[in-house]
């Protein structure tokens, strides 16, 4: 058993510090925000992840795990310190590291025996460096600093923490490798799932990860948009192309683009370093501009289809979280999408299973944006619907109900959800990305 500290109680830190406590480490986790600590305090989980509220709650009332605001209580006794704090993007694309660098400060003076700084939050190169003269400016006790990206899908991300593929620390400290190993020991099924380098290496492996694939994301995309102008079908060249062991069949599903919390912010950063660098990184530079573009490429179709008379039109849309099993609207592509919808004059009634919450609170009050209680009946009367992110609950709609419901029988997808037959059968118009498009008889 470690004693472990958790700094940062966002996606990444909720989830390390619920599951390390799941095997039995002693856990406190640490946050600044009083009102959200006093919820969790509580049993309540602050974030939608499917399978932590059980585990949470489990292991808070075995007090395995312990949620405080003060960090001089969650730093004194611990082994290691996990730093899972935000780095957002700046302007010009640069990590923002005043959280990650202003808590490395103060857990100089704390520090009241060895301990392992665990950089979990995602990085630029050399941020290591700079935490370890943070903390050694007030330091009363010896400390090693390594990097341990995170690897974590949101809506997957309990199940990727207690079954990883593979565990990433960036260390030169032989003492500090030893801790690690046995914080992770009982996530590891096999010797080759523990990859060990510098902190320098770690902290570039998970930009150069979420970059690849961002990039097969993006290139789907870019063969989905030549496949309309030739007549081909992307779901078909995604089918030739998957069981190709050098491609893999994950990341070729074309859309809307990527949002969320790590491809955008991921690739901004890594684009920033190698300009920082003087390296001139064409294909990074080439991504961040198609998927600006790709986000753009279903209000084009809605605005073609209907030209000056989207003026007063309702349309319904399906899903605002940037992707299924989250509640989280970071870089979302419906961000982008509905404002361009009411600034062509429609009106948006949108429905999400767990992201209306924070889109009202991301465009506040919008008078021509509502919010349903249901699928159908955000489709209640509108003109089109406009499905943008890939929940369960929408990939089998009872297409019948749906026509009852709509206007007009008019289908954008912006997730490919649907095999093509069945809006045919169904007599629908329908449109998505890279495939014929469907015409009612």
Known sequence: MVKITVVGTGYVGLVTGVCLAHVGHQVRCV???????ARMQAGEVPIYEPGLEEIFQDVLRQKKLTVTTDLSEGVASSDVIFLALPTPPGADGSADLSAILAVSKQLGPLLERYAVI???STVPVGTGEEV??????????????????????????????MHPDRIVIGSDSDKALAVMKEVYEPFIETPDQLVLMDIRSAEMTKYAANSFLAMKVSFMNEIANLSELVGANVDAVRLGIGPDPRIGRQFLRAGIGYGGSCFPKDVQALQYTAH???????????????????????????AKYYGDAIK?????????????DTDDIREAPALDIIPDLLALGASVAAYDPEAMD??????????????ASSALEAARGADALVILTEWEEFRAPDFSALRDHLGQPVIFD?????????PRQ??????SIGRPVVKPS
């Open 31 to 37: 946050d600044i925000d009083a009102a959200k600590v």
């Open 358 to 371: 924070n889109t009202r609170r991301h465009f506040g009050e919008t008078g021509n944006l509502s919010f």
């Open 312 to 324: 007063g039109k309702k349309l319904a849309v399906w899903g605002l979280a940037f992707k299924p």
């Open 118 to 120: 665990v950089d979990k």
């Open 132 to 161: 370890a003269r943070r903390i050694a400016e007030g330091a009363k006790a010896e400390f090693a600093v390594v990097s341990n990206p995170e690897f974590l899908r949101e809506g997957l991300a309990v199940q990727d923490f």
């Open 414 to 422: 912006g997730r490919n959800l649907y095999d093509l037959e069945l």
């Open 276 to 302: 920082q660098a003087g390296y001139d990184f064409k294909l990074i530079n080439s991504l961040v501009r198609v998927n600006e573009l790709q986000q753009r490429r279903l209000v084009e179709k809605i």
């Open 426 to 431: 169904a007599d629908f118009y329908y449109e």
